[in-house]
T-cell receptor, first 114, second 111 residues
């Protein structure tokens, strides 16, 4: 029972490098989202998607891109990494439009930008 | 707008003590309310939920009651254990897909 799978678990980048954080879910959830978690700031929404081909910006989208070509996958791209993007990134998914359903989270990607 | 305000931590308790973590919310509609727990190095796991007023969610000895009149969803446990040490997040979901999370409360239980 995989749920939400994130890869990699840890990554160190140099400033200016690009990379893609992978997220896959096997629960046929329409809604997927990316958050970053920083000390004292809780979870902040970066981007979200309500279905394949549909994405939208959250609270802190600058410096990140997303795409949703399939229901299962929702990768997050850092275009040109900056030290301010050092954080823990979580992918989450849920059924869309059912307000009583929770989000399911991956285990996170811990990203350091030097 | 919709939001969640959560009791700030950190909270340190002795084993077998009573736990309360306060959570209040602001919502324009009729939200569902959730408590998540995050153990060190892990993602958030759903702890319990309540979907309408006066519902009580419960799991692993934790309880929270959806109080519409006070717009609150406080988390309680009668006797905490060392294994309950974690960060706890209150969250709400309004009609549709948007979730709102509190900033998290860190709990440490000492033997």
């Amino acid at each position: 029972n995989a749920g939400v799978t994130q890869t990699p678990k840890f990554q160190v980048l140099k400033t200016g490098q690009s990379m893609t954080l992978q997220c896959a879910q096997d629960m046929n959830h329409e809604y997927m989202s990316w958050y970053r978690q920083d000390p004292g700031m809780g979870l902040r929404l970066i981007h979200y998607s309500v279905g394949a081909g549909i994405t939208d910006q959250g609270e802190v989208p600058n410096g990140y891109n997303v795409s949703r070509s399939t229901t299962e996958d929702f990768p997050l791209r850092l275009l040109s990494a900056a030290p301010s993007q050092t954080s823990v990134y979580f992918c989450a998914s849920s059924y869309s439009g059912l307000g009583n359903q929770p989000q399911h989270f991956g285990d996170g990607t811990r990203l350091s930008i030097l | 707008g919709d939001s969640v305000t959560q009791m700030e931590g950190p909270v340190t308790l002795s084993e077998e003590a009573f736990l309360t973590i306060n959570c209040t919310y602001t919502a324009t509609g009729y939200p569902s309310l959730f408590w998540y727990v995050q153990y060190p190095g892990e993602g958030l796991q759903l702890l319990l939920k309540a979907t309408k007023a006066d519902d009580k969610g419960s799991n692993k000895g934790f309880e929270a009651t959806y109080r519409k009149e006070t717009t609150s969803f406080h988390l309680e446990k009668g006797s905490v254990q060392v294994s309950d040490s974690a960060v706890y997040f209150c969250a709400l979901r309004v009609t549709g897909n948007q979730f709102y999370f509190g900033t998290g409360t860190s709990l440490t239980v000492i033997p």
